[in-house]
């Protein structure tokens, strides 16, 4: 292998790619990138068997072959060059990455070693905007579990309603959902209980927004055979990923019939009242009081903590409904508000049903929806 590239388009690969590095594996070839040369295109692929990625770029090949070699080791090197161009040789189980000024040699393992990434033998599933399929994402996986012995909730529901495709997550105390319209191309037939991890689709996320996809760019989302996998192809990158097993649960019994009162927040005013919050935090748990007083038109925020002190917010705003009380894990609101863009927020409460959950979302529009349960009552 002998290729002159511009050192930007390998960095642009390259980061890509190191999305599924990590330093502790047993295997060695998995901390390694498969580099191919060939018909004018430089094709890199890495995976960690659970996240596989893909991508390529037009190349000047002096010179065709193949190999593989440590990803954060070329990466680092590579990213601290100042030239434009650089050359990448490859012979006599080394791999040299020079500029007129630098010259790094590195070891490397045989091509045949590198795991299999399937990205044959697959069905179309569906295709959907590029920018607004990044701005849901955004809008869920947060809202998902950490816990890993909750697996199924640790990753996002797709569910395909009326051509367009919902986006859920879950953590067993929260709820987000995110409708995406302008889908093509869906098949619904072979659409069953996908539930993709979130760790993965917040790297998505990431490789659409550093890609500055325009308005009208799609990504393609194929199922793989018989291997359980996903492949999210994005202009000149394919990520795919290991979907999640289980049955995921029936969110719709969440939803009461009704809510008790409602009433609309300017986001930023109800940002600071949380932040005064967070300093009366008790097991990693701060927890805000919200007394709702549709009689003079006052929300009353309340925290505190014996060992601390006490802060009190009042905020005016039309109200509907009756007097409520709740309490919520102010962690779970900031959340929302740190990934939410519009100005105000509409907010319903129920906690005086057997389902109490408070809603949360853009007013007239219930594309995307938020859902809370409140803390048990001190």
Same mark, same amino acid.
């Given at each position: 292998?002998?290729?002159?590239?511009?050192?930007? +388009?390998?960095?642009?690969?390259?980061?890509?790619?190191?999305?599924?590095?990590?330093?502790?594996?047993?295997?060695?070839?998995?901390?390694?990138?498969?580099?191919?040369?060939? &018909?004018?295109?430089?094709?890199?692929?890495?995976?960690?068997?659970?996240?596989?990625?893909?991508?390529?770029?037009?190349?000047?090949?002096?010179?065709?072959?193949?190999?593989?070699?440590?990803?954060?080791?070329?990466?680092?090197?590579?990213?601290?060059?100042?030239?434009?161009?650089?050359?990448?040789?490859?012979?006599?189980?080394?791999?040299?990455?020079?500029?007129?000024?630098?010259?790094?040699?590195?070891?490397?393992?045989?091509?045949?070693?590198? %795991?299999?990434?399937?990205?044959?033998?697959?069905?179309?599933?569906?295709?959907?905007?590029?920018?607004?399929?990044?701005?849901?994402?955004?809008?869920?996986?947060?809202?998902?579990?950490?816990?890993?012995?909750?697996?199924?909730?640790?990753?996002?529901?797709?569910?395909?309603?009326?051509?367009?495709?919902?986006?859920?997550?879950?953590?067993?105390?929260?709820? /987000?959902?995110?409708?995406?319209?302008?889908?093509?191309?869906?098949?619904?037939?072979?659409?069953?209980?996908?539930?993709?991890?979130?760790?993965?689709?917040?790297?998505?996320?990431?490789?659409?927004?550093?890609?500055?996809?325009?308005?009208?760019?799609?990504?393609?989302?194929?199922?793989?055979?018989?291997?359980?996998?996903?492949?999210?192809?994005?202009? +000149?990158?394919?990520?795919?990923?290991?979907?999640?097993?289980?049955?995921? %649960?029936?969110?719709?019994?969440?939803?009461?019939?009704?809510?008790?009162?409602?009433?609309?927040?300017?986001?930023?005013?109800?940002?600071?009242?949380?932040?005064?919050?967070?300093?009366?935090?008790?097991?990693?748990?701060?927890?805000?009081?919200? !007394?709702?007083? %549709?009689?003079? &038109?006052?929300?009353?925020?309340?925290?505190?903590?014996?060992?601390?002190? #006490?802060?009190?917010?009042?905020?005016?705003?039309?109200?509907?409904?009756?007097? /409520?009380?709740?309490?919520?894990?102010?962690?779970?609101?900031?959340?929302?508000?740190?990934?939410? #863009?519009? #100005?105000?927020?509409?907010?319903?409460?129920?906690?005086?049903?057997?389902?109490?959950?408070?809603?949360? +979302?853009?007013?007239?529009?219930?594309?995307?929806?938020?859902?809370?349960?409140?803390?048990? !009552?001190?």
């Amino acid at each position: 292998m002998d290729i002159n590239i511009i050192r930007e +388009n390998f960095i642009e690969l390259l980061n890509f790619n190191i999305k599924t590095y990590t330093s502790k594996v047993s295997i060695p070839i998995l901390s390694n990138v498969y580099i191919e040369a060939r &018909n004018g295109k430089l094709i890199l692929k890495s995976t960690n068997l659970e996240n596989s990625v893909i991508s390529f770029c037009g190349v000047e090949i002096i010179k065709e072959g193949e190999t593989t070699v440590n990803i954060k080791n070329i990466y680092d090197f590579v990213t601290n060059l100042k030239s434009e161009i650089i050359n990448i040789k490859f012979e006599n189980n080394t791999l040299t990455i020079s500029d007129s000024l630098n010259k790094i040699s590195l070891n490397t393992i045989p091509a045949d070693e590198f %795991p299999d990434i399937p990205d044959n033998d697959s069905d179309l599933l569906f295709k959907v905007p590029a920018y607004d399929f990044s701005y849901a994402l955004d809008k869920v996986t947060f809202a998902t579990s950490t816990d890993l012995s909750k697996l199924v909730l640790s990753g996002v529901f797709f569910e395909i309603k009326d051509n367009f495709l919902k986006l859920i997550g879950i953590n067993g105390f929260r709820f /987000s959902s995110f409708n995406i319209k302008g889908l093509k191309n869906i098949k619904k037939d072979i659409i069953d209980n996908i539930i993709v991890p979130s760790s993965s689709l917040d790297n998505i996320s990431k490789i659409i927004k550093d890609l500055g996809l325009d308005n009208d760019s799609f990504v393609s989302v194929y199922l793989v055979g018989k291997n359980n996998q996903l492949i999210f192809e994005i202009d +000149n990158v394919k990520f795919l990923v290991r979907l999640i097993e289980g049955k995921y %649960p029936d969110y719709n019994k969440i939803f009461p019939e009704d809510y008790e009162c409602s009433f609309s927040l300017n986001v930023e005013e109800f940002k600071d009242v949380i932040k005064l919050s967070s300093i009366f935090k008790l097991k990693d748990i701060s927890r805000i009081y919200i !007394e709702i007083d %549709p009689k003079e &038109n006052v929300i009353k925020f309340q925290s505190s903590l014996k060992e601390v002190g #006490e802060s009190i917010s009042i905020i005016k705003t039309k109200i509907k409904g009756v007097k /409520s009380t709740v309490s919520f894990n102010s962690k779970y609101i900031m959340d929302l508000l740190n990934n939410y #863009e519009a #100005e105000d927020i509409e907010i319903s409460i129920n906690s005086s049903s057997l389902k109490k959950v408070s809603k949360f +979302n853009e007013k007239k529009n219930d594309d995307f929806v938020y859902l809370v349960m409140p803390l048990l !009552e001190r």
